[in-house]
């Protein structure tokens, strides 16, 4: 059996156009259909909402009502009341969500008013003679219930409680922030579940048969489809070999028939010799056996499991501060360790996760890696305190360490020729929309069944990535032979002047500004401006968003122009002055237009960066091959995010958020420029 080694073979994907159209038609449906419901939803909630409205304005009504009427009740003239302004500003005191309160005469002339929504009451038409029940109306800007005040047996007085709209609306506007979150996840987790769907069922066999078309048309009859699937391709996979069976027997039998011939004299032996040769010089023919010819799976085949991988994982990021504080009974220092704990585990893991890849291939070291992170996640559910959940943590982040350098040395592999860029931005970008859903949807599943059960749904997603890799990754693949110790294999790495630039200059100050920007100084400035929590996700989820149409952009533009160390140096440069921003224009604008240009310049990098790897093992004396230089890199990055939120926080200290961005952004400008200065040195 002879396996195909790349994708290369094929000249372009016929299916191609076929798969943008099925998914781009299927994001439309999706697309409209969540718009139909979200819009549904957001009726709904108004509808339900104001009643509640209604129904408290009345209940303040009511409370703030009782002591004026049993002073009238008690035979105290209208005109009399005396104090309501000191009794009115203690209920505005108590309950901030009131506009106004405002007492009027039966005719609807202002006896008393409060609050800082009184001097834009208007006096409704009111019934002369009224029962009990408030009467409410709906204004612009708000509610007003007005409940009426009686004396001697009719109306003397109205009590106007005025509720703003500013709580509805701002329930209304979160609501619709977590339906577009819900409708984000949702879309990016169907692109990457269609990927792979159409990957398997219809791009790989169509690529497939239209590689076993171009052999039979350039004369080769040696191979046969493998293909088992039943569906319209497998039907025409089994209609080629076939054929290529019918005719390697009719080869088969043109040779026996000619050397019948060649019994009957010299002439026909001749004859027939040249007809063979002139046959054989057009066609080959397998007559003992013909082989099998596979596709690999393609990018999208292990881009599904990391998707849900770093899904599982960052299921728990947005509340493992706040279990760590439920097992420690306290929200001290204790609340960091299991995050420190994980991140220091992805580091000392990572170089030995890339050994790991050399030795066994992809397939194998997924289904390892899969093991401690499945039990991890586990030990998180069942700690039963701090320490216990931060050596689960530990354990979790050593899967995630021999996992994800798997996808990323697998996606090495099997890239297309001219797409390597490409192929490898796809191993950002599904950490990326990973960490994006799994974030925005974790936190909303924990508040429905709790911070245990939703670590037991992440040990159920990573048996399905390794169900998954069990079943769609081929079996072996193993890229070089791991051989000497990890510090041998650091020391043969950082010899490289090209690598030891890469990490540096480039990996390692990339992640000290992500690190120590989009996730310590843009808060803490975002929650200065008094911008709310909710609103403080967003302006940072700009980062990701931004990020994963450039990562695509740059792969493109590494695989089409070949441009891979241009681009690492003009985005650090990029980078560098989105920084400077703050500096030159007003915080409320630079730090939203900082976090997105941050994330256009790492994704146009990370392709690229990764892209160098396999390149510089193919010089002469690179030493250990690409899933080991991988995992260095990978281990500069983490570097880079442990050391940059400590940088920020010191810089913060010493000179204000705007200086620390500043030098920040100086320091990736210089970095770059040195990486540029580096390259072309030679």
């Known amino acids: 059996m002879s396996t195909a080694p790349s994708r290369a073979g094929a000249s372009g994907n016929p ?11 299927s994001l439309l449906l999706l697309l409209g259909t969540i718009g139909l419901v979200s819009r549904a939803a957001l009726d709904a909630f108004e509808a339900e909402v104001r009643p509640e409205l209604e129904k408290e304005a009345e209940v303040i009504g009511g409370i703030v009502a009782g002591p004026i009427q049993r002073a009238l009740s008690l035979g105290v003239p209208f005109a009399d009341l005396t104090g309501v302004e000191e009794f009115f500003g203690a209920v505005l005191t108590a309950r901030p969500n009131v506009e106004y309160l405002v007492l009027t005469d039966a005719e609807g002339r202002v006896a008393h008013r409060a609050g800082r929504g009184a001097g834009r009451f208007a006096p409704p038409a009111l019934p002369a003679r009224a029962g009990n029940a408030p009467v409410m109306r709906s204004l612009p800007d708000g509610y007003d219930a007005a409940h009426p005040l009686h004396a001697e047996g009719g109306t003397v007085g109205w009590l106007h409680v005025g509720l703003g709209r500013e709580g509805l609306d701002a329930a209304a506007r979160d609501t619709r922030w977590d339906i577009a979150i819900v409708l984000l996840v949702s879309l990016l987790t169907t692109v990457e579940l269609l990927r792979f769907v159409v990957e398997r069922t219809v791009s790989t066999p169509l690529l497939l048969v239209h590689r076993m078309m171009q052999r039979l048309v350039a004369g080769d009859w040696t191979a046969r489809a493998a293909s088992t699937a039943t569906d319209e391709a497998g039907q025409l996979a089994r209609g080629i070999n076939a054929l290529v069976r019918r005719m390697n027997d009719r080869w088969r039998r043109l040779e026996w028939l000619a050397g019948e011939v060649s019994t009957a004299g010299e002439e026909a032996a001749r004859r027939a010799r040249a007809i063979l040769a002139e046959i054989a010089a057009r066609f080959r023919f397998s007559p003992d056996g013909t082989v099998e010819e596979r596709m690999p799976p393609g990018p999208a085949v292990a881009r599904l499991p990391l998707f849900l991988f770093v899904f599982a994982e960052q299921l728990s990021t947005s509340f493992i501060p706040l279990y760590s504080n439920e097992l420690g009974g306290s929200s001290g220092v204790l609340a960091a360790v299991p995050i420190t704990a994980f991140v220091a585990a992805v580091a000392l893991a990572t170089p030995y996760g890339g050994r790991l890849v050399a030795r066994r291939g992809a397939r194998d070291a997924i289904l390892i890696g899969a093991v ?17 959940f931060a050596l689960a943590r530990a354990v979790c982040g050593i899967g995630y360490a021999v996992v994800t350098i798997a996808c990323q040395a697998h996606l090495a592999q099997i890239a297309q020729q001219g797409r390597l860029a490409r192929s490898l931005g796809g191993f950002t970008g599904a950490v990326m929309t990973g960490a994006l859903c799994g974030t925005a949807i974790g936190a909303v599943i924990a508040d429905r069944i709790g911070y245990r059960a939703t670590f037991a749904l992440s040990v159920l997603l990573v048996l399905a990535v390794q169900f998954l890799a069990w079943r769609v990754l081929e079996a072996h693949g193993r890229s070089c032979r791991a051989a000497g110790s990890v510090w041998r294999d650091a020391g043969a790495a950082f010899r490289s002047p090209s690598f030891a630039a890469l990490v540096l200059l480039a990996a390692i100050p990339a992640k000290v500004l992500l690190a120590g920007f989009i996730f310590y100084l843009a808060p803490v400035e975002l929650k200065a ?4 929590q909710a609103a403080i996700g967003r302006n940072v989820m700009l980062y990701a968003l931004a990020m994963l149409p450039a990562i695509a952009l740059g792969g493109w533009l590494s695989d089409k122009a070949r441009c891979e160390v241009p681009l690492i140096w003009l985005a650090g440069i990029a980078n560098g002055l989105g920084l400077l921003l703050p500096l030159v224009a007003p915080a409320d604008l630079a730090l939203p237009a900082a976090i997105a240009l941050t994330g256009i310049a790492q994704g146009f990098a990370a392709a690229p960066m990764l892209a160098l790897v396999p390149q510089i093992t193919a010089q002469p004396g690179a030493g250990p091959g690409a899933p080991v230089l991988l ?24 000179g204000g958020a705007s200086w620390a961005m500043a030098v920040l952004g100086l320091l990736s400008i210089v970095t770059a420029a040195g990486y540029a200065l580096v390259q072309a040195l030679g």
């Open 15 to 25: 299916a191609r156009g076929l798969v943008l159209a099925v998914i781009g038609l």
């Open 631 to 654: 995992a260095f890199l990978r281990l500069g990055e983490r570097v880079g995010s442990v050391v940059g939120p400590l940088v920020a926080a010191w810089l913060l200290l010493a």
């Open 529 to 532: 401006l008094g911008l709310s």
């Open 372 to 388: 401690p992170a499945a039990l991890g996640h586990l030990g998180s559910a069942l700690a039963g305190s701090v320490v216990e």
